[in-house]
């Protein structure tokens, strides 16, 4: 049993009543004890949305780089501190220790009618898939991103450490638990292209306020809600208009809108379809280039073999990881695969498939890249 179940058990065990506690008591300090002599790993953090172009990949901001400290593990009260162990059911309507696939939408989709999708119920997996049903769940989202470090590890044993100094939350039990609203999460990616962060946060708080929902919800000092697709579907472009959009922003938001209300796209769709087939639907749309649609796949359905061969964040990290001079590389300019051929790319995260994404994730944190901004659009 490993630290961090430990710790959860320990916690649960608080809600239970005394005789039940005595009766594990023994049984827990036995387990912690035993799990202390092995490696503890954590895996939270936050991740972004950025300013982007639907025909190119951003190149991603940078943060100013601190002065590198030696990576420690984290003690068991980090791992507590950190991950408080929360299942009720207003927080997460699904239970945390669910089916998952790599390849698949690993998470919970909410529909414009407000009902929840995840990839595999319990009732799906109790029987083998039939022919054009999504493959069995090969683990569960409790154990994916251990089996996702372990792998990274086993490849490369250098990820030890950057994985202790650099948890990732995103693809962590909670993390895969959070509920995605795809429409909102492809518009909020459309509004943020080619403006700053405050300005994409203004014409989003704009855009929603448009609705008379919206304003109703404000007025009960309730969250105000997305508008639905129908609702965007059935507006002129120069209503969306008013919340400060372009007119082409705005035509790609009412086309998208417009897919999901014909069907073309839906949550159910998004849950099963392949990596392939999310890839080349989503692309078709107007205003989603490939790197907004692996960023979706990525930060949004929570897919974990998605990798982007054209962001220069990814590029640099990859360079620098390989122990390449990447400020020379700079200085001398260059086109799009300055960093690092993309053929040179592929070879190097093949390797770590079918867990790319936290490969890319952890390539980000090499450098430094701030991807917040991509994980809060692709996230609400």
């Not at 190119?56 to 068991?76: F, G, I, N, Q, Y």
């Not at 936290?358 to 994980?375: C, K, P, Q, S, T």
Request: charged share 25%; hydrophobic share 35%.
């Amino acid at each position: 049993m490993s630290i961090k179940r430990v710790l959860r058990s320990n916690l649960k065990a608080l809600s239970e009543s005394p005789k039940t506690q005595v009766s594990r008591n023994s049984d827990i300090r036995d387990s912690t004890l035993g799990s202390r002599e092995r490696s503890a790993k954590t895996r939270h953090n936050k991740g972004g949305y950025g300013a982007i172009s639907p025909g190119e990949p951003p190149s991603t901001p940078v943060k100013k780089k601190a002065r590198l400290m030696s990576p420690t593990l984290p003690s068991e009260l980090d791992l507590l501190q950190g991950d408080t162990f929360q299942n009720s059911d207003e927080q997460y309507p699904f239970p945390l220790d669910r089916p998952a696939e790599p390849h698949r939408t690993n998470a919970p989709l909410r529909t414009p009618h407000g009902s929840r999708l995840v990839a595999y119920s319990e009732e799906s997996t109790a029987s083998p898939p039939s022919k054009g049903e999504i493959p069995q769940a090969t683990t569960t989202t409790f154990n994916l991103l251990e089996e996702a470090c372990d792998h990274l590890i086993q490849i490369d044993s250098r990820f030890r450490y950057l994985i202790a100094k650099h948890p990732c939350r995103m693809f962590s039990a909670e993390g895969l638990a959070e509920e995605i609203d795809p429409f909102q999460s492809l518009c909020s990616g459309i509004i943020s292209q080619q403006v700053s962060g405050a300005a994409a946060t203004s014409i989003k708080n704009k855009f929603v306020g448009l609705f008379p929902s919206a304003a109703a919800e404000e007025e009960l000092k309730l969250p105000r809600r997305f508008p639905q697709p129908v609702e965007v579907a059935a507006s002129d472009i120069s209503f969306l208009r008013q919340a400060g959009l372009s007119q082409r922003k705005a035509e790609y938001i009412k086309g998208l809108a417009e897919k999901f209300v014909d069907g073309e796209l839906s949550a159910a769709t998004l849950i099963k379809a392949s990596d392939q087939e999310v890839l080349e639907k989503l692309t078709a749309v107007r205003g989603l280039g490939r790197w907004s649609v692996e960023m979706f796949a990525c930060f949004s359905l929570k897919r974990m073999d998605v990798f982007s061969t054209g962001d220069l964040g990814v590029q640099r990290g990859m360079a620098a990881w390989l122990g390449k001079d990447v400020k020379k590389i700079k200085a001398k300019g260059g086109g799009k695969w300055k960093y690092m051929s993309e053929q040179d790319m592929l070879e190097v995260s093949g390797k770590f498939s079918p867990y790319r994404s936290l490969f890319m994730w952890y390539m980000w944190r090499v450098e430094d890249v701030d991807v917040n901004a991509i994980e809060n659009n692709c996230s609400k």
